[in-house]
């Protein structure tokens, strides 16, 4: 007989716990690391999401009749030795983590005197192994996208994308009107456990961001009800202002499901089958959401694993030699810039800010100002709630700062002009969006044009960039020169704390 070991991320009863739950394992073991918490000043929800999300999911399942083995220890060792102390000759089954990392899991077990085995990963519509089959090493998204498509049958037509397009993007980018009401999120208010949990945070972790205003699902229950709120109220409107960010507004219309999800208490095949079944269901939900919100699980989430598992070096990728440190604000919210500080707001309020506040404001911010992006990384990984290596290390280096071009084709620079277009905050903002020198003049911009300047070798011959060095020309001169002074100004005012 054997003992199930279930990560902190693998809340699913999927996969091995399958067998404890039908009697064909002793029972599941689950070990609560302290140490690993207090490595990094993580968001206090973030600890209390995971925490109690597996101290819910153990009673689940010893409501169930499986035994549990619980234990609360300072580091994986500790628990694994006190196990191994009681049940010397068991063995351990477990799935894969989703990041990889099974050899250092086994080497710990094994110094603790067990032995595991591991198994396949259910949480995911792809595995490594297919993915390693079809991709030749430089596949897009693009082709990975249509492949699982085609694959799973999701949104086929007889073998052609339903409504003939792969892609309804072009719909995907408005702004709404003025008058436009976003739906109240669903939020979960903390029960006897989670309540317990944010207790111990508070008193044993030196976390960061606020923990009074904790609302994640922690539970499956919880997290399906997520699932069909957004289906019944948002995903209609998902993909027009996908794009968009709107000042006081911190969820739009996204599903905030990425830390259900990334915790195992949904799988993604059911949350892309559930759109699907409300788009079948209602004349009022267009194809261009639907397609936007199945692209990003389907395509965007898988891919990202599987580039991270395969791409070795990833996490210290840094092909832009960016070198400066994260400024303060980014902890802080310290800032006069109206669309940075109310980003970081949100992520200090809820451990989350949507994908285009974490990639036009939050990251390009960082490539332009050249942040490392190990740095960088670190802080999203903090910061956030779904944070979980093999998801936030890809987008931030890659997507978010190009400090690898294994993936992206061009890097998310950005001028005021872009982010103007797409929010509301530059009307409330001191700085001046339509300015690029001058103490009143919006960072973004002399950021923007320094950088292009200053990785002309590299970006003026990328067939993504080359239209704008033709802006970069006409600047070139005493324009350019001032621009970069006004960049460096831009710099050392951030590392002041005056921006
Ligand atoms: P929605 O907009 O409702 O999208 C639906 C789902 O699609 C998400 O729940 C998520 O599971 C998936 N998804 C969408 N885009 C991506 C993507 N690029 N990569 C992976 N999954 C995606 N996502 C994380 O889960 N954890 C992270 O730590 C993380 N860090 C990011 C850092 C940067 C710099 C950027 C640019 C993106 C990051 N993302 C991360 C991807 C994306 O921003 C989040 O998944 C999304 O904002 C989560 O909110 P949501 O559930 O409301 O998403
Ligand atoms: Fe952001 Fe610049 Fe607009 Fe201010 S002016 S909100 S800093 S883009």
Redesign the pocket.
Known sequence: MTTVWVLGDQLTRRGPVSRALDGDADRVLMVESRAFAARHPYHGQKLALVFSAMRHFRDRLREDGVTVRYERADTFREGLDAFFDDHPEESLVAMRPAGGGADALRDLVQDAGGRVEFVANESFLCSPAAFREWDDGGQSHEDFYRWMRRRTGYLMDDGDPLGGEWNYDEQNRETPPDDYEFPDPARFPPDDTTERVLDEVRAEYDAWGAVEVFGWPVTRDDALDALDD?CEHRLAD?GTY?DAVVAGEW?LN??????A??LGLLH?AEVIERAIDEYDARADVPLHSLEG?VR??LG??EF?RQVYLREDGLADANQLDHSRDLPDFYWTGDTDMACLRESIAHVREHG????IE??ML??NFALTFGVDPAELTSW??AA?V???HW??T???VG??VYGTDAFTTKPYAASANYINRMSDHCAGCPYDPDATTGEDACPFNALYWDFLAEHEDRLRHNYRMAGLYHHVDTKRGDELDAIRERADDVRALADAGDL
């Open positions: 957004f998902f996908q969820a996204h599903s905030l499901l990425s830390p999800l990334n993604p919100f990003q699980i965007w989430r990202m989350y800010a949507h994908h974490r990639l939050q990251s999203f990984h956030y779904d944070a979980y998801v936030t890809p987008n931030v997507m978010g």
